[in-house]
């Protein structure tokens, strides 16, 4: 089992910044890549960015791009994302998962709690 806890949201006005973080714990693996998705309210569940532990693979959805920026402490088994210009359509719950290199929200077995962010305009 890998265990994720998110922290770092809150409430911000359009163009801060603002940065999750992501602990994991349990069996986490080299080989699984580490990914932010987010769910903004009535909508389903996206992708955000991804990275993978060794740090050579990242991806970001293209709504983020340029905004965002996903990194890693392995030693320390954190993930981060930080967010610069932040957009009222950035509101969301954003979660952390673990899985393979995927998009897709069905192919990450775990995943955090969620931490919400609230970005007013």
């Known amino acids: 089992q890998v265990q994720l806890i998110e922290s770092g949201g809150g409430l911000v006005h359009a163009g801060d910044s603002l940065t999750l973080s992501c602990a994991a714990s349990?069996?986490?693996?080299?080989?699984?890549?580490m990914a932010w998705f987010r769910q903004p309210p009535g909508k389903e569940r996206e992708f955000v960015a991804a990275?993978?532990?060794?740090?050579?693979?990242?991806n970001y959805a293209d709504s983020v791009k340029d905004r965002f920026t996903i990194s890693r402490d392995s030693a320390k088994k954190m993930v981060y994302l930080q967010m610069d210009s932040l957009k009222p359509e950035d509101t969301a719950v954003y979660y952390c998962?673990?899985?393979?290199?995927?998009?897709?929200?069905?192919?990450?077995?775990?995943w955090g709690q969620g931490t919400q962010v609230t970005v007013s305009s």
């Open positions: 990275v993978s532990w060794g740090g050579f693979s990242i």
């Open positions: 998962a673990a899985g393979p290199w995927s998009q897709r929200v069905e192919d990450f077995e775990f």
């Open positions: 349990g069996r986490t693996s080299s080989k699984n890549i």
